[in-house]
């Protein structure tokens, strides 16, 4: 037992905190926070920012970050959003074949795809800092977005992409199966491939892996096309959830992303990290929002609050490890 508890203090801990914030929130809101409609708000809201926090976290595990994955999501869902426009006449946009589907869904993958690669070419074989290759890249994507736009909301999709974001398969919502799909599919890459291994032994220490016959350039070349990948699947989330896709949109998602995964355990200097961990820590983040929201705290004193959060994990993370 003292085992286990050695071994899983870190998650522990996370499950108190996530416990106690939803009691501080259940008593502050006694009679709004603990209903129905309202848990099924945060479930529909949670996944979204759920996916992108897995894609951030695959690019910490190396040391790096991907400051461009909410543009990325941004980007899949407009060129899924021009196709369809470009392929159906506006009434008939709610009754899109399957095939039809698919055809506009690969496009918006594909060129999510195509900067994941771009960002693993210059990150692994050009040796560019990864806050610099996807800082570019984000102001890439999203001068792109507002280019091919002209900066307006595009909206009217498939009812089969709405269901991606509104749906509900029985009591739970399809959004937040998709992010629970992500996620074991991501763990199982991470604690059962020689992908996984190779990256989490690329961030404790770069050189070993080169010792190991590890090749670092195409892990790191992997990192950023999974990453992609994880972004393009939140943007259909949100494209279904709002029924709309703009190259603006989820500007506050990347801290809350960082923050989440570093809030999880995720090492922003990598090699350590958890799958788990940044689920738990996406729900407690839900959870406060969701209470904020009910106590009709300013939005932008909660992305205050956010940044606020991120530099006392981070400062607490750096002084338990001077310790140890």
């Not at 095939?99 to 771009?118: D, K, T």
């Not at 190259?247 to 923050?259: M, N, W």
């Not at 961990?277 to 009709?296: C, E, T, Y």
């Amino acid at each position: 037992m003292k085992e286990f508890f050695r071994t899983h203090r870190d998650l522990l801990g996370l499950i108190g905190v996530l416990c106690a914030a939803f009691l501080i929130m259940w008593g502050c809101n006694p009679t709004r926070f603990v209903t129905l409609n309202n848990l099924r708000s945060m479930a529909f809201q949670l996944p979204e920012i759920g996916i992108l926090t897995l894609g951030m976290m695959v690019a910490m595990l190396h040391g790096g970050i991907n400051l461009s994955i909410v543009g990325l999501a941004n980007l899949t869902g407009i060129t899924i959003a021009l196709v369809l426009h470009a392929i159906l006449p506006q009434g008939a946009r709610g009754e899109a074949g399957s095939w039809l589907m698919l055809v506009a869904a690969a496009a918006g993958f594909f060129v999510s795809l195509l900067v994941g690669f771009l960002q693993g070419v210059l990150i692994g074989y050009a040796g560019v800092s990864a806050i610099l290759a996807t800082l570019g890249t984000m102001t890439l994507v999203n001068g792109v977005c507002v280019l091919i736009t002209h900066g307006s909301t595009l909206s009217s999709f498939p009812d089969s992409i709405l269901f991606l974001g509104n749906g509900s398969l029985g009591p739970v919502p399809v959004p937040l199966l998709l992010f629970l799909f992500c996620a074991a599919v991501l763990s199982i890459i991470l604690r059962r491939t020689t992908f996984g291994f190779g990256l989490y032994m690329l961030g404790t220490n770069q050189e070993a892996t080169k010792f190991a016959g590890i090749n670092n350039r195409v892990i790191l070349l992997r990192v950023y096309l999974l990453s992609s990948v994880l972004a393009s699947i939140a943007g259909l989330v949100m494209m279904g959830r709002f029924n709309s896709v703009k190259a603006d949109y989820g500007q506050s998602y990347l801290l809350i992303t960082v923050l989440a995964a570093v809030l999880g355990g995720t090492s922003a200097s990598g090699g350590y990290g958890k799958v788990l961990g940044a689920v738990l820590a996406v729900v407690m983040l839900q959870i406060i929002a969701s209470g904020l929201n009910l106590l009709g705290v300013d939005p932008f004193f909660a992305i205050a609050t956010w940044g606020a959060i991120l530099l006392v994990v981070m400062a607490l993370n750096h002084f338990l490890r001077a310790r140890a």
